[in-house]
C-alpha cells in the first residue's frame, strides 16, 4: 500500500517501497500530527509496537499532543497463516512493550492483517477494552468470545469498534480510487452529511482511516483541513479517540443476552 502501485515482490529490500515509507515518519507524521493540534482534536493512532521502539520520539510527540495509542500488533505482517502460539507470543510481547513504553496498558487493538485466532488471543490476552478488526457495521457491537485459561475455556463478552477501509487514504493508492484532494474531502463530506443527517434519530459514527505516508503528502493534506473544518462547525458532533467511544458503550450500551452474540 503505497504510491508505486502493482509493485512484484523481492525477494530482498524494496529500497524505493521503504522510503516511500519513510516518508511517513520523516514528514508526513508531523504535518498530520500539526493539523489535529491546530483543531484541538484528538485521534487514535494504529501503531505497531516494535516500530513505536525504535522511534522513542514520536511516541513522546503522540501522547504529548493528547492522543490515544492503540496496538496494531508487533510487527506490520500477515497472520492469516500463522501459528497460533507464535500470533499469542506476539501478542504479548506488543503488550509488553506498549506497557513499558506507555506506562500502562494500551486499551486497543488492531491488527488489520489479522488471522482466525486474533479476536480471541486479543480478549485472552486481557486488558484490551476494543479491537477494530472488523469492516461490517457502522457503530460498535459486542460480541462473546472463546478465552483460554489452561484447560478451561469460557466465553466473555468483547467489544468491537469497527474500522473503514471505504472512509480511508488508502483509496490515493488503490485502483479505482483518489487522485487528489478534492474527492477524498468531497467523499468525506458526502458520508458525514449522510450520517449526520441519520444521527437525527439514532447514534452514528463516522470512522476515517489515515496514514501518515499517504494523507501526509502536501497535496492530500488540504483534504483533511477543509474536513475538518467543515465538521468543527457543526453542532452536536462529538470527535473523539476510540477508547473514549469504547468507554462511553460501556457505560451506555453494555453487553447483554439481547445484543450479544458468539463469536466463531
Known amino acids: 500500500m503505497s504510491d508505486i502501485l502493482g509493485t512484484p515482490e523481492f525477494n530482498n529490500r524494496h529500497q524505493s517501497i521503504e522510503s516511500a515509507f519513510e516518508y511517513g515518519s520523516r514528514v508526513g507524521l508531523w504535518r498530520v500530527l500539526d493539523v489535529f493540534k491546530d483543531y ?15 522511534t522513542p520520539h514520536i511516541i513522546e510527540r503522540v501522547l504529548e499532543d493528547g492522543h490515544e495509542i492503540a496496538s496494531h500488533g508487533l510487527r506490520w505482517i500477515t497472520y492469516q497463516d500463522m501459528y497460533r ?36 488471543l486479543v480478549a485472552e490476552q486481557g486488558g484490551y477494552i476494543y479491537d477494530s478488526d472488523s469492516y461490517g457495521d457502522e457503530l460498535p457491537y459486542w460480541l462473546n468470545v472463546k478465552v483460554q485459561d489452561g484447560n478451561l475455556i469460557t466465553r466473555k463478552p468483547h467489544l468491537v469498534i469497527p474500522y473503514s477501509l471505504e472512509t480511508n487514504d488508502m483509496r490515493f493508492s488503490s485502483s479505482p480510487g483518489f487522485t487528489h484532494a478534492e474527492p477524498f474531502y468531497q467523499y468525506l463530506k458526502d458520508s458525514f452529511d449522510t450520517l ?10 463516522l470512522t476515517i482511516g489515515l496514514h501518515c505516508r499517504i494523507i501526509g503528502r ?4 488540504k483534504a483533511l483541513k477543509q ?14 479517540r476510540r477508547d473514549d467511544i469504547a468507554k462511553h458503550w460501556y457505560e451506555n450500551h453494555p453487553a447483554t443476552s439481547d445484543n450479544t452474540a458468539n463469536w466463531m
Open 40 to 54: 484541538g482534536i484528538p485521534i487514535t493512532t494504529f501503531t505497531c509496537a516494535a516500530a513505536a521502539e525504535k
Open 85 to 120: 502460539e507464535t500470533e499469542r507470543e506476539h501478542i504479548r510481547c506488543a503488550t509488553q512493550i506498549f506497557k513499558r513504553m506507555l506506562g500502562g496498558q494500551p486499551l486497543g487493538w488492531y491488527t488489520g492483517r489479522d488471522s482466525p485466532n486474533t479476536r480471541e
Open 196 to 205: 449526520y443527517e441519520e444521527g437525527a434519530h439514532t447514534p452514528k459514527m
Open 218 to 221: 502536501a497535496g492530500r493534506i
Open 227 to 240: 474536513f475538518l473544518q467543515y465538521i468543527t462547525a457543526k453542532p452536536d458532533v462529538w470527535i473523539c
